[in-house]
């Protein structure tokens, strides 16, 4: 969504704090329900992709309570879905040439949502369950949540083509996280999860007993590293 972004960044010029960027989207969204009448079409979609995480999570946990793999398919489904929207935002905000500084941030959260949450509570439901798996995906969410801060905060100084498209992401982009839901539903087809084959590559003990807070499953090294190259800084991914 790079011409959403790219309106909202902050201007370089001589402006008092009263007229800056975020002052005036403020102003936009006075009155009663302003929010909602405000909403251009290019929200909508983002809020689409939004629901789409939302579902994934609801989904998941359904699995967790019930044990029925119907829902643990639309829990891996719904992320895919939301990557669809995430992709036509973008592409309608360019088609309406419009853009919001609450677009932006909605872009971000959905992105959080659909790419952070859901596939870290899918490796759970999966069988990611020790202490330290917990640890490892939690800093993968905070990862994910510290990247699109960052993304929102230095996207104006990324060099950019002359229809506004960066060249490239510092850091692996958060929607690059449906590759490990992509693994984890292959692993699923395969019966490699808890309760059944159980996860590839086994655990490690780093401490203690085994079964205990010290145990982690190997495969956690790889949300890991997924998590450091969101957040690196020199890392740079062409951007298609």
Known sequence: ????????????????????????????????????????????????NGICGSFSIFMSAKYLVSNDEDYLWSALAFP?????????????????????MIGQELDSLADLISFGVAPALLAFVIGFRTYLDTVVLTGFICCGLARLARFNATVASIPKDA???????????????????AVLAYWKTQGWIEGREGIPWGTITLWGAPGGDGELHTFSIVFALWAAAMVSKTLRVPKL
């Open 163 to 181: 229809k506004g498209k960066a060249h490239y992401f510092e850091g692996l982009p958060i929607p690059s996280s449906l590759g490990l839901v």
């Open 1 to 48: 969504m790079s011409l959403r972004k790219n309106a909202a960044a902050p201007s370089n010029g001589h402006q008092s704090s009263e007229s800056t960027p975020k002052q005036a989207a403020s102003d936009e969204y006075e009155g009663h329900f302003s929010l909602v009448r405000n909403f251009r079409l290019a929200d909508l979609v983002t809020i689409a």
């Open 80 to 100: 895919l879905a939301g990557l669809l929207f995430d992709f036509l935002d973008g592409k309608v905000a360019r088609w309406r040439n419009e853009s919001s």
